[in-house]
């Protein structure tokens, strides 16, 4: 039977058919659904949201060790916060086979930075491997996991955003149940002290020199001979582009299995066209490896280094072609992203846009929308979890210099459980002076709304224990006069915890609780919550059109000739009333 699956859902499928017994991850775009289609199989299959992808790698080393098949998954930033347990767990190997999928973000659609991690395969010397399509997502992935257990390595699904969002046409199989491997104690090989891994390291050069040769010869890296004149290097969905571009008269090496590099496959391979391309996304990756075993080739002087690919962009690096299109005077409205109307953040972002001599550091999340205008209210953002220490860090710094300027540091819950948590020690122990701010919408907004450890649920839709912010901020060292736990759609109550905590000294905590507007409310949401739908008119003969209620960032209010509000946009929040000076707002 054939199906219609993103590249997401046809590495969970490859899994599930793998006989993959425990799955983990943290949600992140582009490689988000990969576990939300795990899910379907939850009968096979154990599936589990992770705080982190540090956490979420160690977990699925440890199903790994333990003697099953296990997966961890994450977006390319990811791969950063999971490379400590990585560059070690390549060493030890594994029991059970483990596929690691990193999923990058050429263009960043959706991410802070375009990291190539096909580097962190050479890095960690871990066996990579690159689908080009759907059905190469199901397909490798099920390799991956023989490789895994025939080299006794993890190994590293490298995808890219359009390969895990674009659909194809899959061939399912059916499920292969591996027989669970019983635990034997092994210190030499799992404990990795220096003693033990001098061993390891000596042992993984022979297992590279074992997938060098296997990379030489496999199947997925098999060279299609058409026309001499003109041969193609490409993985992954640089491949499709290339097809496009270079037609049915080129040959092409299309490389699935990219670390390590098949050097002698492309040697071979060059030594059979009298011009040789290398097409990849990003970083020279293979050109670099290809020039260096001195093989001349044609790559990133005329493809560009950064920012995602197409045939277009192909096609005019190569031809000099420009791309065809329809012109017209008439362009589309620009609409950058916003946070939603009735959005639970957008009514602490007002209050905190109001202060003066505040340093705002900032988090990765829905309410990095803070920073855009008119609200303005956020400075910096690096990564996860970093804005506390960045607070923390910058408030130590005005304290050196003398400057009198406060720092105020906002982020999510969801980021907060990833790795804020550390931070804000941080700053108890070190004794900052800067206020910690936890925006609590009740769900990971961002990624598409997944249970986090403070929703009450799993992955798998079981009950599951709370984490209670305050209590958590407190057993940090926080104290109860430092901590304040507000509704964020209440600028009263916003504006004085901000006064009362920029006035300290120490470090304090202010926890907005209110779910997301867009969120599937929970039975402990409405009860808790007062979520009845509402909506707010304004009245014209009241209305000055002072635009102050504009300055809120609303999207559901109109500024013309009148100041209208969108009946289908707007929620009720009442932010736009409270900040109406004239009460023309109702």
């Given at each position: 039977m054939k199906k219609l699956l993103t590249g997401n859902e046809a590495v969970a499928r490859g899994a599930y058919e793998a006989g993959v017994k425990f799955a983990s991850a943290y949600p992140g775009t582009p490689s988000t659904e990969i576990l939300e289609?795990?899910?379907?199989?939850?009968?096979?299959?154990?599936?589990?949201?992770?705080?982190?992808?540090?956490?979420?790698?160690?977990?699925?080393?440890?199903?790994?060790?333990?003697?099953?098949?296990?997966?961890?998954?994450?977006?390319?930033?990811?791969?950063?916060?999971?490379?400590?347990?990585?560059?070690?767990?390549?060493?030890?190997?594994?029991?059970?086979?483990?596929?690691?999928?990193?999923?990058?973000?050429?263009?960043?659609?959706?991410?802070?930075?375009?990291?190539?991690?096909?580097?962190?395969?050479?890095?960690?010397?871990?066996?990579?491997?690159?689908?080009s399509d759907s059905q190469e997502c199901k397909d490798f992935t099920k390799l991956a996991y023989e490789l895994s257990e025939r080299f006794d390595t993890p190994i590293l699904l490298r995808l890219t955003t359009r390969i895990c969002h674009s659909k194809g046409l899959v061939e399912l199989g059916e499920r292969e149940e591996k027989p669970y491997v019983p635990y034997k104690k092994n210190i030499?090989?799992?404990?990795?002290?220096p003693a033990n891994g001098k061993v390891m390291r000596a042992k993984l050069e022979e297992r590279i020199a074992d997938m060098t040769a296997y990379s030489n010869q496999a199947e997925i890296n098999a060279p299609e001979y058409n026309g001499r004149e003109i041969g193609v290097v490409s993985a992954g969905v640089a491949y499709q582009y290339a097809r496009e571009v270079f037609g049915e008269d080129a040959s092409y090496l299309k490389l699935g299995m990219t670390y390590p590099l098949p050097i002698d496959r492309i040697r071979e391979f060059a030594s059979k066209v009298e011009k040789l391309y290398v097409v990849e996304e990003l970083d020279p990756y293979m050109e670099t490896a290809i020039r260096a075993a001195g093989i001349e080739v044609v790559g990133k002087e005329i493809i560009p280094v950064y920012d995602e690919l197409n045939p277009d962009i192909v096609r005019k690096s190569v031809w000099g072609q420009e791309p065809e299109g329809v012109s017209s005077e008439k362009q589309a409205v620009p609409r950058p992203p916003a946070m939603c109307a009735g959005c639970p953040h957008r009514g602490f972002y007002y209050a905190l846009s109001r202060k003066k001599n505040v340093m705002i550091t900032g988090d990765i999340g829905c309410y990095t929308l803070g920073s855009a205008p008119p609200l303005s209210a956020m400075d910096t953002c690096i990564c996860m979890g970093g804005s506390i220490s960045e607070g923390h860090g910058a408030a130590k710094a005005f304290e050196l210099s003398g400057a009198d300027t406060k720092v105020v540091s906002v982020i999510g819950d969801s980021t907060f459980f990833h790795s804020g948590v550390t931070s804000l020690m941080d700053c108890v122990y070190n004794q900052s002076n800067s206020v910690s701010v936890i925006l609590d919408n009740r769900i990971t907004g961002m990624t598409g709304h997944q249970e986090n450890p403070g929703t009450g649920y799993t992955l798998m839709g079981k009950e599951a224990p709370q984490v209670d912010i305050p209590m958590l901020c407190k057993s940090l060292g926080i104290k109860d006069e430092n901590l304040y736990v507000v509704n964020p759609l209440n600028l009263?109550?916003?504006?004085?915890?901000?006064d009362e905590a920029l006035e300290k000294d120490e470090p304090t905590v202010i926890i907005t609780k209110w779910p997301c507007i867009l969120k599937k409310f929970s039975q402990q949401d409405k009860t808790e919550y007062d979520l009845t739908k509402k909506s707010c008119t304004v009245n014209q003969e009241k209305c000055r059109k002072c635009g102050l209620c504009s300055k809120t960032g609303c999207p559901a209010i109109y500024s013309g000739e009148t100041i209208t509000i969108d009946q289908n946009s707007c929620t009720g929040c009442s932010l736009c009333r409270q900040v109406c000076p004239f009460g023309a707002i109702e």
């Open positions: 289609a795990m899910v379907n199989y939850k009968e096979d299959c154990y599936s589990e949201w992770a705080p982190n992808e540090k956490v979420a790698v160690e977990a699925a080393a440890g199903a790994s060790i333990a003697g099953v098949r296990s997966l961890a998954a994450m977006k390319h930033v990811g791969l950063n916060v999971a490379a400590d347990p990585l560059f070690t767990f390549v060493y030890e190997g594994v029991t059970g086979g483990c596929v690691i999928v990193s999923a990058d973000d050429p263009g960043m659609h959706s991410s802070q930075n375009e990291q190539d991690n096909r580097n962190y395969a050479a890095a960690s010397r871990i066996l990579m491997l690159e689908p030499a090989k799992y404990v990795a002290t009263e109550e916003c504006d004085r915890a901000l």
